[in-house]
């Protein structure tokens, strides 16, 4: 049996920065994969956006945001970076409000935190699958592939369900039903959305500049400007990846809506009646979109409008294809190729410093909550300062109770 004060159960960027800011006695980072931090360096294209100088609950699921607005205020963006300051990590944001490592790599935000724990006695017990945890003794016993763990407290750090193949293989949710923890479906968010278009393979390659809407039962849910990028069987970019989330939603059958459609504008800063006249003054599908748009999406465009041999009296229609060109999502997006997962376990089972309601020396951090937000730095910064709120709550009680020791 190895006995600890705490063990934090996930070495990714909750667990990490939860261990590297505890001070309590003796501290596990159990850990599954062979190396810590797998998802974290892969994050930002390896860069690691750590958080937003525009922290708002807008940019965070519906649910959530009421619970978002206590830890906002708890541990704000500029903290964050302070927190990270005095570790070592020195950050600077974009012109955007993303903020990423000075060196613009992910390693070292992991050296950072790797570093802090280990220099505050933290062992790192690595390349060990957890399988069955049970309350014992006010603690938790976690019997595992290499033995049996018992914890004081213990941190519930494993992440979601995505990207599996960096660790995120949905035991979080399985560790919360062994404890009679409620959890909702889970359905993966941030990536590329399959569509059902059989001629999209012809634009695919293409990248341009859109206005693009997710649309519910014919009213508009949520809409983003930026690139579009166009692929042989889905759309992408970061403008498709903040609107994925109600696609996914939709397949997971957790979506209010009979329908989910996403409508295009490609010439977003251009009016209807400028297209219009624009379009009357081409002679030929030839030379249509000349001057203008892409070729190979122009060709796509008017293929889809179904216009065969283009002439002036066409150029309303190709106008409305043009301002509104609509694609029907074909199914979720794949939990390999997505960034986080939304659903997971309920809030209402943790209070604002992420304690469990039954469990008093449970925590819950990170991912595997029901919390996701946009792309920009949102999800980490989440994942951050749940281990560090937490962190302090485990501390502050530690602290207490020595007080009351020596009194």
């Known amino acids: 049996m190895n006995n600890y004060d705490v063990v934090v159960l996930g070495g990714g960027a909750g667990g990490l920065f939860?261990?590297?800011?505890?001070?309590?006695?003796?501290?596990?980072?159990?850990?599954?994969?062979?190396?810590?931090?797998?998802?974290?360096l892969a994050t930002g294209n390896g860069r690691c956006n750590l958080t937003n100088l525009d922290m708002q609950t807008k940019y965070y699921n519906f649910s959530a945001r009421d619970f978002i607005?206590?830890?906002?205020?708890?541990?704000p963006s500029q903290k964050l970076i302070e927190d990270f300051r005095k570790m070592g990590l020195l950050c600077r944001p974009d012109s955007e409000g993303r903020v990423y490592p000075y060196s613009n790599q992910a390693i070292s935000v992991v050296?950072?935190?790797?570093?802090?724990?280990?220099?505050?006695?933290?062992?790192?017990?690595?390349?060990?699958?957890?399988?069955?945890?049970?309350?014992?003794?006010?603690?938790?016993?976690?019997?595992?592939?290499?033995?049996?763990?018992?914890?004081?407290?213990?941190?519930?750090?494993?992440?979601?369900?995505?990207?599996?193949?960096?660790g995120s293989d949905g035991s979080s949710y399985i560790f919360a039903n062994q404890l009679g923890?409620?959890?909702?479906?889970?359905?993966?968010?941030?990536?590329?959305?399959?569509?059902?278009?059989?001629?999209?393979a012809q634009a695919k390659g293409v990248r341009t500049s859109a206005k693009i809407s997710v649309l519910g039962d014919g009213n508009i849910l949520h809409t983003e400007v930026g690139e579009l990028q166009i692929n042989e069987k889905n759309i992408s970019g970061i403008c498709v990846?903040?609107?994925?989330?109600?696609?996914?939603?939709?397949?997971?059958?957790?979506?209010?809506?009979?329908?989910?459609?996403?409508?295009?504008?490609f010439a977003?800063?251009?009016?209807?009646?400028?297209?219009?006249?624009?379009?009357?003054?081409k002679k030929s599908s030839e030379d249509v979109f000349e001057g203008f748009l892409n070729k190979k999406l122009g060709s796509y465009l008017i293929k889809k409008s179904g216009i065969k041999n283009f002439s002036a009296k066409d150029s309303e229609r190709l106008a409305?294809?043009?301002?509104?060109?609509?694609?029907?999502?074909?199914?979720?997006?794949?939990?390999?190729?997505a960034q986080v997962t939304a659903g997971g376990i309920e809030l209402g089972e943790i209070n604002e410093n992420f304690r469990s309601r039954k469990y008093k020396n449970l925590y819950i951090i990170g991912e595997?909550?029901?919390?996701?937000?946009?792309?920009?730095?949102?999800?980490?910064?989440?994942?951050?300062?749940?281990?560090?709120?937490?962190?302090?709550?485990?501390?502050?009680?530690?602290?207490?109770?020595?007080?009351?020791?020596?009194?």
Do not use: W
Not at 69 to 75: Q, S, T
């Open 320 to 337: 409305k294809i043009v301002k509104k060109c609509v694609f029907d999502p074909s199914g979720t997006i794949g939990e390999n190729s």
């Open 268 to 281: 977003p800063d251009i009016s209807f009646d400028e297209l219009v006249r624009y379009f009357g003054t």
């Open 69 to 75: 607005e206590k830890i906002i205020l708890k541990e």
């Open 181 to 200: 923890i409620a959890c909702s479906s889970v359905f993966p968010s941030l990536g590329a959305v399959p569509v059902d278009d059989k001629d999209i």
């Open 111 to 166: 050296d950072v935190l790797v570093s802090k724990c280990e220099k505050s006695g933290v062992e790192f017990i690595t390349d060990t699958r957890i399988n069955e945890i049970s309350p014992k003794n006010g603690g938790f016993e976690l019997v595992s592939d290499k033995g049996i763990f018992f914890c004081k407290k213990l941190i519930l750090a494993c992440g979601g369900k995505v990207q599996k193949n960096l």
């Open 368 to 407: 595997a909550l029901n919390v996701d937000g946009m792309c920009g730095g949102y999800n980490l910064h989440f994942a951050f300062a749940s281990g560090k709120i937490c962190a302090d709550d485990i501390n502050s009680k530690r602290k207490n109770n020595d007080k009351n020791k020596r009194n």
């Open 18 to 40: 939860a261990a590297a800011n505890l001070n309590c006695g003796k501290v596990a980072v159990i850990e599954k994969e062979r190396k810590l931090g797998r998802k974290l």
């Open 241 to 265: 990846f903040q609107l994925s989330r109600y696609v996914s939603e939709y397949y997971a059958n957790q979506s209010q809506y009979r329908n989910i459609k996403i409508a295009v504008d």
